[in-house]
């Protein structure tokens, strides 16, 4: 295998895993509220930054697969 195969393949391993993170970690709205009713939705910090890594290691996974397109 090319170093731009290995490359390659590693940034769409980074993008396939970064892509599952904000998948799974994204904060989600679980309830329904009425006029009057306060929710009980409190944003998770720690799931906001699983998210932002996982944003972080798609950015990183396309840049890996534009360098590869130089090699």
Do not use: C
């Not at 904060?27 to 929710?39: N, S, V």
């Amino acid at each position: 295998m090319s170093t731009a195969t290995l490359v390659n393949s590693a940034g769409l391993v980074i993008d396939i895993i970064g892509a599952s993170m904000i998948f799974i970690y994204s904060p989600k709205l679980q309830h329904t509220a009425f006029i009057g009713e306060r929710g009980d939705y409190e944003p998770t910090e720690r799931k906001n930054k699983i998210a932002k890594r996982g944003m972080g290691l798609i950015l990183l996974g396309f840049i890996l697969q534009l360098i590869s397109n130089f090699l």
